[in-house]
C-alpha cells in the first residue's frame, strides 16, 4: 500500500492545523506500533521535542544493570535455544560458558573438568516414577550414558557422562518415555517435591502428591515461569511421619488441620489446608519461615505460581549471589510479599495463628529405610536403601520388575536418595526384601548409617574439592564395624558451598575443603536438623583430613554416648554445648 502526496507540498513555514497535527501523530503512532518503523522517530516536525526513549529493561531492571546470565537471557529466551543444541549435538561440540548455561533449561549440564560430558537432570513430580519409565532410563543409562543413575536429594534422577553427540537422542528418548527435563537446571523451578508416601502414609494430613503435580505441569505449559531470577525449590509436606525437608525450600506447602474450637480464622475456612513457609536456603544458613498464611488446598497450586511471578517481577537480576527469594524477602519484607501476592490470585489470603493449627506431626529419623505399613489392610511399602544413590542399570531394571510383579508398577524416590516401593501385598515383603539384598541394595541399615547422603563430589562436579561419594560409601560399609548406636543419626557429606548435600541440616556435617598441602579435607559442623529438630548446624573444627573421615565420626558420637544425658538425642546434646566445650570434648 502507497500514500498518496499531495502534489504542491505546504510550505515548510505553514503550520500544521490541529487536525493535520492530531491525523499525523496517530499515523506515526500506528506505524510504530506494528514495527515499521523500529525504535526512531519518524515524521514532521509536530511543534513539539520528541520524548527521550526510555532505557532498555527486561522485567525491572535496566538492561546495562543486568549480570551477565540475564544478558543472554535478555537477548534470547533459552527455551529458543533447540537450534543451538542441534548444532553442538551434531558438531559433538562442547558448550561454552554461554551455552552451558543455556542447556540446561532442557536439563543439561557439560560438567567439565571433572568429567568431559553432559549430566542430565530430569523432573519426577512428587518424587514419582513408574516401572516402564525406570526401564527406559536403566537402558538409556547403559546406551548412552555413564552405565548408572544416580537418585538425588530432591527425589530425583540424574544420568551422566553423556556424550555432546548424544545430548539430542537422550531428550528424544526422555520424552517417549512421557519424561522431561525441561527447566530442571539454572533460573528455574526445580523438581518439584512432595511428601514419598503420599497417598497411602496412615498418618498423613493430606494427599500431597495432586498439588504437585497439578503445578508440574501448570509450569511446563507457561514460557514466563522459564525466566526466574535464580532457582527455585518447592515442597509439599502430607504432614505424616516422613519428611520431605521442605523447611529447606523456597516455598514449603505443610498440610495441617484447623483446630474445631480456636481463634478468630478470619478468612480461613474450617478443616484441612497448608500452612505456607517462605525463604529457605540451607546452603544461605537460613530455613523457611512460617508467615501464618493458611490455604484450602485448592488455593496452593494458585497461590505458588503467584509467588513465583512476584520473585520474576521483583527478584534481583544484577547479583546472583543475592538472586533467590530469601534476599527479595530480607529486603521487601514478608507482608509485602504476600500482598503482592495478593493482587495476582482471585480470593483473599487467610492468615492465621500457629496455635489456630494443629501441630505438625513429629518426623521419624530414618523412616525411609525398611517396611512400613500403608493406610490399606496387610498392605507395605519397602524403603530401599542405594548406597549414596548410586544404581546400575541392572538394579533399576530389578527395582522396576519387583514393583511391577508385586506392587502397582510405582515407585517413588525420597530426598535422602534411596526409593520406596509401595503397595506391596504383606505376604510378599519377604521375597520382595530378599530381592532387593540380593541386588546389592539393602532395606536394614544401623542407625548409624541409614541417614548418610552424600552430593557428587569432585568425581563429578566443579565446584567441589574432595570425592564425598567415595568418602561416604566407605563410612557405610565401615562404620557399623566400629561403633553401635541406640538412637537415629544423620549424616551429610557436601562437597561445595552450594550444600547440595545439606550439610547444615544434618546432626553431623561435612563440606569438603583443600587443604594446605593439596589433600581432600573436610570442615566439621555439628548439630544441625529439619522439621521439628530444625536449626543450623554450627563449626566445630576445619581442615580434617578426608583419611581422618571415619575415626572423626566414631569420636563424635563415641562422646554424646559418654557424655549425654538420659535419653538425650545427639541434636539436643550438640545444643546443649558451647562450639569451645564440643571441641574440648573431641580434642
Known amino acids: 500500500m502507497s500514500l498518496a502526496l499531495p502534489e504542491t507540498p505546504a510550505p515548510a513555514s505553514t503550520p500544521f492545523r490541529p487536525d493535520q497535527k492530531e491525523y499525523l501523530q496517530g499515523f506515526f503512532a500506528a506505524l510504530a506500533t506494528t514495527g515499521h518503523l523500529g525504535n526512531k522517530s519518524v515524521g514532521p516536525d509536530l511543534g513539539q521535542a520528541a520524548p527521550a526513549p526510555a532505557p532498555a529493561r527486561f522485567h525491572s531492571t535496566p538492561v546495562d544493570d543486568l549480570c551477565q546470565q540475564e544478558k543472554w537471557k535478555h537477548a534470547e529466551h533459552p527455551l529458543d535455544g533447540w537450534e543451538r543444541l542441534l548444532a553442538h549435538a551434531s558438531a559433538d561440540k562442547a558448550p561454552d560458558a554461554e551455552h552451558n548455561y543455556r542447556f540446561r533449561w532442557h536439563g543439561l549440564f557439560h560438567v567439565a573438568p571433572a568429567q568431559q560430558s553432559y549430566m542430565l537432570r530430569l523432573r519426577l513430580p512428587g518424587c514419582s516414577i513408574t516401572s516402564h519409565q525406570l526401564h527406559g532410563l536403566a537402558d538409556l543409562a547403559n546406551e548412552l550414558a555413564g552405565g548408572y543413575a544416580h537418585v538425588t536429594t530432591r527425589g530425583n534422577l540424574q544420568l551422566r557422562e553423556i556424550k555432546p553427540r548424544d545430548t539430542v537422542r537422550v531428550l528424544m528418548r526422555l520424552a517417549e518415555l512421557g519424561l522431561s527435563s525441561r527447566g530442571s537446571g539454572a533460573d528455574n523451578l526445580r523438581n518439584i517435591t512432595a511428601s514419598p508416601d503420599s497417598g497411602f502414609a496412615p498418618d498423613e494430613v493430606l494427599d500431597v502428591r495432586p498439588y504437585a503435580l497439578a503445578l508440574h505441569h501448570y509450569v511446563i505449559n507457561q514460557r514466563d515461569l522459564f525466566d526466574l531470577p535464580r532457582k527455585f525449590n518447592i515442597s509439599f509436606d502430607n504432614g505424616g511421619s516422613l519428611s520431605v525437608a521442605a523447611d529447606t525450600n523456597d516455598i514449603g506447602f505443610i498440610a495441617t488441620r484447623l483446630r474445631p474450637a480456636g481463634p478468630d480464622l478470619g478468612q480461613a475456612a474450617p478443616g484441612t489446608g497448608f500452612r505456607v513457609l517462605l525463604g529457605g536456603i540451607t546452603g544461605h544458613k537460613d530455613f523457611a519461615r512460617d508467615t501464618g498464611l493458611y490455604l484450602a488446598p485448592d488455593q496452593a497450586v494458585p497461590v505458588a505460581i503467584a509467588m513465583m511471578r512476584v520473585f520474576i517481577d521483583h527478584g534481583d537480576r544484577t547479583n546472583r549471589k543475592k538472586a533467590r527469594l530469601k534476599y527479595l524477602l530480607e529486603a521487601k519484607g514478608v507482608d509485602w510479599f504476600l500482598a503482592e501476592t495478593a493482587k495476582r490470585v482471585p480470593f483473599p489470603l487467610a492468615r492465621v495463628p500457629t496455635e489456630a493449627c494443629e501441630p505438625r506431626r513429629p518426623a521419624e529419623k530414618h523412616a525411609w529405610i525398611g517396611a512400613r505399613r ?185 562422646a554424646w554416648q559418654t557424655h549425654r544425658q538420659r535419653g538425650e538425642t545427639f541434636v539436643q546434646w550438640t545444643r546443649r554445648h558451647e562450639v569451645k566445650q564440643l571441641q574440648e570434648l573431641l580434642s
Open 374 to 558: 500403608q493406610r490399606e489392610p496387610h498392605t507395605y511399602s519397602l524403603g530401599v536403601g542405594c548406597p549414596v544413590g548410586r544404581l546400575t542399570p541392572k538394579q533399576m531394571h530389578r527395582l522396576a520388575d519387583l514393583a511391577a510383579h508385586y506392587g502397582k508398577s510405582e515407585l517413588r524416590l525420597t530426598a535422602w536418595q534411596n526409593v520406596l516401593i509401595p503397595h506391596l501385598p504383606e505376604s510378599f515383603l519377604p521375597t520382595v526384601e530378599r530381592a532387593v539384598v540380593a541386588m546389592g541394595l539393602y532395606q536394614e541399615a544401623s542407625l548409624a548409617t541409614g541417614g548418610i547422603i552424600a552430593c557428587t563430589g569432585s568425581w563429578g562436579c566443579k565446584y567441589a574439592s574432595a570425592d564425598t561419594k567415595a568418602h561416604a560409601l566407605d563410612l557405610i560399609r565401615r562404620l557399623p564395624s566400629r561403633i553401635t548406636i541406640d538412637q537415629p543419626v544423620n549424616i551429610h557429606v557436601t562437597g561445595c558451598a552450594h550444600s547440595c548435600a545439606q550439610h547444615y541440616a544434618g546432626d553431623i556435617g561435612f563440606i569438603s575443603t583443600k587443604l594446605a598441602d593439596g589433600d581432600e579435607g573436610y570442615h566439621l559442623v555439628l548439630g544441625g536438623g529439619m522439621d521439628q529438630e530444625q536449626g543450623i548446624a554450627r563449626e566445630i573444627f576445619k581442615g580434617v583430613r578426608a583419611t581422618e573421615l571415619l575415626d572423626t565420626v566414631v569420636k563424635v558420637l563415641t
